[in-house]
């Protein structure tokens, strides 16, 4: 039997209460897959606790006790008590960064039953996968302060674009459009105000569109894209964006279609050098934390995401199943969807559809 080496960062926040469920849900699809595959999960505790303990969000030889993991599932890094750079250049980035996971896929979609808030548009008309540059630009780390005294007087985030970060995260996007069946590719810019940049960025995008004959593709601007994705939302399909750029399209995405807490991503090294890492898109989430209504279903996408990346299309598509009979079901909505069910209630909801499947297949 295969058994996947699978690392988990609960984190911060509402990362405590969705990674237990995730695991719970992968321990369900392994044993309701009759010993296809199993899982080896090693807990790892970094986080705002670990910060307060020792000073750093993560110990310094952390990347060495990931590094043989086949994936990682990760909750959020943010605590309300220290400031948000700290956390997230102390432990989600310092991962991405050190794996090069310069790929982070956020696949969109309307699930069944989920209320999403355009009017005129059914699931059929929004169906995207956003492709966000994870690496460099915006988020490179490149920029300073200039103090008087305590006091900052001046300050710089200066976004870096290499050819090379470039060109790979273009031909990522390409070969992801090439493989949906619309084979259509929107190039985020905003290259009339970022004229030097983001004008290197549109001159790679065409240069890599060469490579794809067969991918139909255009440019469009950050702040027009915005407004396509909510007047038109079908003539969108696979988007490929900066770090920034994409890190907010991909909020407003999740958000057309139903809740932030539904919206699964994979922080992916293509070149499987190293684990890549899956998480929800959501952070800590500050106002609900600890409560236990926490919407778990952003996890459960994001461990069909890491299952597909294993090569278990099979278990990944069984699990997706079991996620939309879930969400069909009003009665198994947590509070982002306007219910009243708990993260336990979906959690055991998803684990009992994986069950009755198995049993159904037995019979
Ligand atoms: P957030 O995603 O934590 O929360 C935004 C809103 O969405 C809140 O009202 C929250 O209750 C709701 N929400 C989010 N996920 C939900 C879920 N699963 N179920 C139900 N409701 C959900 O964003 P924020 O408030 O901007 O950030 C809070 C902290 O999280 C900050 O410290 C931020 O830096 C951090 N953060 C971390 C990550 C990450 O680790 N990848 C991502 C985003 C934010
Ligand atoms: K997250
Ligand atoms: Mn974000």
Request: charge should be negative; glycine fraction near 10%; proline fraction near 5%.
């Amino acid at each position: 039997m295969k058994t996947y080496r699978i690392a988990t960062i609960p984190g911060d926040g509402i990362g405590k209460e969705v990674i237990p469920a995730g695991q719970q849900v992968l321990e369900a699809l392994a044993t309701a897959s009759g010993g296809g595959f199993g899982f080896e999960f090693e807990n790892f505790g970094w986080g705002g606790d670990w910060y307060r303990a020792h000073g750093e969000m993560m110990p310094i030889d952390g990347l060495d006790a990931l590094r043989d993991k086949d994936a990682i599932l990760f909750g959020s890094a943010g605590d309300p008590d220290i400031p948000d750079h700290i956390t997230l250049w102390g432990l989600r980035l310092k991962i991405c960064q050190g794996f090069d996971q310069y790929a982070n896929v956020r696949p969109t979609r309307i699930l069944p039953g989920i209320d999403a808030p355009l009017k005129r548009c059914g699931p059929e008309d929004l169906n995207w996968v956003i492709v966000r540059e994870n690496s460099e630009g915006e988020y490179a780390g490149v920029g300073g302060r200039v103090h008087q005294g305590h006091a900052i007087e001046a300050a710089t985030d200066v976004s870096m674009m290499t050819r090379t970060g470039v060109e790979r995260i273009m031909r990522y996007a390409f070969k992801l459009a090439q493989s949906r069946p619309r084979k259509l590719l929107t190039v985020i810019t905003k290259s009339n105000a970022q004229r030097h940049a983001m004008v290197m960025w549109d001159e790679i995008a065409l240069q890599i569109s060469k490579e794809f004959p067969d991918v139909t593709w255009g440019k469009e601007l950050v702040d027009a894209a915005t407004a396509r994705m909510v007047n038109k939302p079908d003539t969108l399909d696979t988007i490929v964006a900066t770090n920034l750029h994409a890190d907010i399209l991909s909020d407003l995405a999740a958000a057309l279609a139903g809740s932030l807490g539904i919206a699964p991503t994979g922080n992916i090294d293509p070149e499987r050098r190293y684990p890549s890492m899956f998480e929800p898109i959501h952070g800590s989430a500050f106002d609900i934390m600890g409560k236990g209504l926490a919407n778990p279903v952003g996890t459960f996408w994001s461990c069909v995401m890491l299952l597909e990346h294993l090569g278990e299309q099979a278990a990944a598509g069984r699990l997706m199943a079991a996620i939309e009979r879930v969400t069909a079901d009003p009665a198994l909505h947590t509070g982002d969807l306007g219910g009243q069910a708990r993260t336990a209630d979906v959690t055991a909801a998803v684990c009992a559809q994986l069950r009755d499947e198995q049993q159904r297949k037995a019979a």
